[in-house]
């Protein structure tokens, strides 16, 4: 095949509910939002050149490897190209990325992409030793987690920008408000700022209702011809991995330079965008991307929350699923879930939390604390 002069688009999207837990195998969980995407898309396995998994840790959570040729076996696609991508908790977009790549090559011409995740199969313990084997080896030697380190970067941006604590607040009630019309999250039950606030403190100033779940559930997208989403810009970045290293704690250098490769690709600008999805692993973390993204400057993010600017019906819709934070996290489906909310808004089958107007989609899957990030930018195709 030659290289293509078109831009991929995407013709199917599929979902499992995301579930604190399930007893399905994670196998089951890729394959059912696989046959999801693919009947969305009106491909059948056998038209498949390549299938990509997005998966952070299944060894460590299941005890299974192989699993992209696992899947190929079960959905009946034998003959086509099968790898399975990891990037810790951007492993859904990295798949997603190396799926575009291939198309964009000349390499496939339709390509399944799945996300998936199984974190109840462990023990709470266990779950979060896996988790924290993110971390740069140094933090995680002196007993620094992720939490820890959203802790400080919470602290440091209240106190360097004077920002309202509500504001942190207000992201967590958003994206759960938004949640409760998403028949996939996680999380269905709108909350309170009162109760945000009054939630279990995880890491001063940090409270429960501040960090995203752990989650069972896999999500699936198919790039082929007959998509009516195009892909307009893709690209990756790394940072400083060690957050002590970096300039700032509340810099995430992965992210700006992804989003200014992947707008520059599609020949956008941020105020080009018409809804977004950002990796809100923690409620700081959604600000710190908007800033890092272009925006809004650097300790205005807060304020455009506390105005409405990021809500559903607000001039930059943000997280309109519920985002990490109340539609769920695991971790390899978080950055193909994105994508599959962007499709749903693109198309205007969001219902109940639709934006408008919705022309374009901006997605930032993060690994770890910001020290590799994907941007995605997705167009309707009008």
Same mark, same amino acid.
């Given at each position: 095949m030659a290289v293509s002069d078109a831009a991929p688009t995407v013709?199917?999207?599929?979902?499992? &509910?995301f579930e604190?837990?399930?007893?399905?195998?994670?196998?089951?969980?890729?394959?059912?939002?696989?046959l999801a995407a693919l009947a969305d898309a009106d491909v059948t396995p056998t038209e498949l050149d390549a299938v990509?998994?997005?998966?952070?840790?299944?060894?460590?959570?299941?005890?299974?490897?192989?699993?992209a040729?696992?899947?190929? *076996? !079960?959905?009946?696609?034998?003959?086509? !190209?099968?790898?399975?991508?990891e990037n810790t908790s951007a492993s859904g977009a990295s798949a997603f990325k190396r799926g575009v790549e291939a198309v964009t090559a000349g390499h496939a011409e339709r390509v399944l992409v799945v996300g998936g995740e199984h974190m109840s199969a462990v023990d709470r313990e266990r779950s979060t030793? @896996? #988790?924290?084997? @993110?971390?740069?080896?140094?933090?995680?030697?002196?007993?620094?987690?992720?939490?820890?380190? $959203?802790?400080?970067?919470?602290?440091?941006?209240?106190?360097?920008?004077?920002?309202?604590?509500?504001?942190? !607040?207000?992201?967590?009630?958003?994206?759960?408000?938004?949640? $409760?019309?998403?028949?996939?999250?996680?999380f269905r039950t709108p909350v309170t700022r009162e109760?945000?606030?009054?939630?279990?403190?995880?890491?001063? /100033?940090?409270?429960?209702?501040?960090?995203? &779940?752990?989650s069972d559930g896999a999500a699936a997208v198919v790039l082929a011809p007959e998509g009516d989403v195009r892909v307009t810009g893709v690209a990756g970045a790394t940072g400083t991995h060690a957050v002590p290293?970096?300039?700032?704690?509340?810099?995430?250098?992965? #992210?700006?330079?992804?989003?200014?490769?992947?707008?520059?690709?599609?020949? @956008?600008?941020?105020?080009?965008?018409? #809804?977004?999805?950002?990796?809100?692993a923690f409620t700081v973390l959604e600000l710190l991307e908007l800033e890092e993204l272009?925006?809004?400057? /650097?300790?205005?993010?807060?304020?455009?929350?506390? *105005?409405?600017?990021?809500?559903?019906?607000?001039?930059? &819709?943000?997280? &309109?699923?519920?985002?990490l934070k109340a539609r769920g996290h695991p971790l390899g489906a978080t950055g193909v879930a994105q994508l599959v909310e962007l499709v749903w808004q693109l198309r205007g089958e969001a219902v109940g939390r639709q934006a408008t107007p919705a022309y374009t989609g901006l997605a930032v899957n993060v690994a770890g604390f910001g020290n590799n990030s994907i941007c995605t930018i997705l167009e309707a195709d009008t």
């Open positions: 013709a199917g999207v599929g979902m499992t &509910p604190s837990e399930t007893d399905d195998r994670l196998l089951d969980l890729v394959e059912r939002a696989a990509v998994v997005g998966n952070m840790a299944a060894e460590a959570f299941t005890d299974r490897s192989g699993l040729n696992a899947l190929v *076996d !079960s959905v009946g696609a034998t003959g086509a !190209s099968a790898d399975r991508v030793e @896996i #988790v924290g084997s @993110i971390v740069h080896g140094t933090e995680r030697r002196h007993g620094v987690t992720l939490p820890s380190l $959203a802790g400080v970067a919470t602290d440091a941006y209240l106190r360097e920008h004077d920002a309202d604590r509500a504001a942190l !607040s207000e992201v967590a009630v958003k994206n759960h408000g938004n949640a $409760a019309a998403n028949p996939y999250a996680q109760e945000v606030e009054s939630s279990p403190a995880v890491a001063d /100033p940090l409270r429960l209702y501040d960090c995203c &779940p752990t290293e970096r300039q700032s704690v509340l810099r995430v250098e992965s #992210v700006a330079k992804a989003g200014t490769r992947a707008l520059s690709a599609a020949g @956008i600008s941020p105020a080009d965008v018409d #809804v977004a999805c950002v990796h809100d272009g925006f809004y400057g /650097p300790g205005a993010a807060w304020k455009a929350v506390l *105005d409405g600017e990021t809500a559903v019906d607000g001039t930059l &819709p943000v997280n &309109p699923g519920g985002g």
